[in-house]
């Protein structure tokens, strides 16, 4: 028979211990992190970092089960952000568990360190991902068009202007991390410029601020390039001017100094001009009173050589140079 006082193994729970690790990365939508050594004293002289890691979108709910640390000496830090220069939340000591709080990035870190004596039990605190807000959604955009719906943390938008307008500000803008969510520029705009330089086959020129009337006491200056061995028709499809005080002069070459195709003004739309060569340089010109609008497209057309051949035959061609 065997023996009732022979030594038994230990039950099974005896032999499990959980331990705690000095930091370490967490990418569930939830858990709990511990102090090392808890539910006893953490050791002297940690250094621990965790890193929770949540989907894009996500931010951290943490709630403080238990907390005890050595009172300005032994700290917990928690980060809105994936490095030890991000934003802090807060830092901890003392017996006083925190309050709940919230993390408003995907990554948030935390730290937590002790000196070389009075330990205490430490902490427990558990973690639960909820879902961040979009960003607000963008104004109407004038003049141009927006690519992208997608307003959530981390998206970008970008913004294009149509022929004839410029993009005043950033064109590209990112859902950005933080507590209020908000775009990390302010909204961009697309104005009919005061003069520019264009470079295309084809395209529309409008008068300054254009549908608004183009302001007073300007002098705005456009050059326009088209492909080698073209000229540039001009053709004005919305032409109100004050009469004579305010005007768009068009010259045949790049500079003031070229010959000159014609000086527009007044209300009379479908007037037209044609260069010889393929830079057209447009001034416009308004007074210290009263406004008006102007629309002129441009297209670049080809320019036709005379050449004789032999037996008299004679060609056209378009010249390239």
Not at 29 to 35: E, F, P, R, T, Y
Not at 120 to 130: H, M, N, T, V, W
Not at 252 to 272: C, H, R
């Amino acid at each position: 028979m065997s023996d009732p006082h022979a030594q038994r193994p230990p039950a099974l729970s005896t032999l499990v211990h959980f331990t705690a690790t000095c930091g370490g990365t967490l990418s569930s939508m939830g858990g709990v992190i511990l102090s090392p050594g808890f539910p006893g004293a953490y050791p002297n002289n940690l250094d621990c970092t965790w890193k929770i890691e949540l989907p894009i979108g996500y931010g951290a709910h943490i709630q403080f089960l238990n907390f005890s640390t050595e009172a300005n000496h032994d700290y917990l830090e928690i980060q809105n952000g994936p490095h030890h220069t991000s934003p802090m939340i807060g830092q901890f000591s003392g017996s006083d568990p925190p309050s709940a709080l919230l993390s408003t990035t995907h990554e948030t870190l935390i730290h937590f360190y002790s000196d070389h004596s009075q330990n205490r039990q430490g902490f427990k605190l558990a973690y639960q991902a909820y879902e961040l807000q979009n960003c607000p959604d963008p104004p109407p955009f004038q003049n141009g068009y927006m690519i992208n719906s997608d307003y959530s943390v981390g998206q970008s938008i970008s913004f294009e202007c149509y022929p004839g307008y410029i993009l005043i500000g950033y064109p590209v803008l990112t859902c950005q991390h933080g507590i209020n969510r908000n775009w990390n520029y302010p909204f961009p705009r697309c104005d009919a410029p005061c003069g520019y330089n264009v470079t295309s086959q084809n395209g529309t020129i409008y008068s300054p601020g254009f549908p608004d009337e183009y302001p007073i006491l300007k002098d705005c200056i456009w050059l326009i390039t088209v492909p080698p061995g073209h000229g540039v028709y001009i053709n004005f499809t919305l032409l109100q001017t004050e009469a004579v005080n305010d005007y768009i002069a068009v010259w045949d070459g790049p500079d003031q100094n070229s010959p000159q195709l014609g000086v527009f003004s007044g209300n009379t739309a479908l007037e037209t001009a044609y260069s010889s060569t393929n830079q057209v340089l447009l001034k416009f010109h308004s007074d210290f009173s009263n406004g008006g609008f102007f629309v002129l497209n441009f297209h670049g057309q080809c320019i036709l050589t005379l050449s004789i051949k032999a037996e008299d035959s004679i060609w056209f061609s378009c010249h390239n140079f």
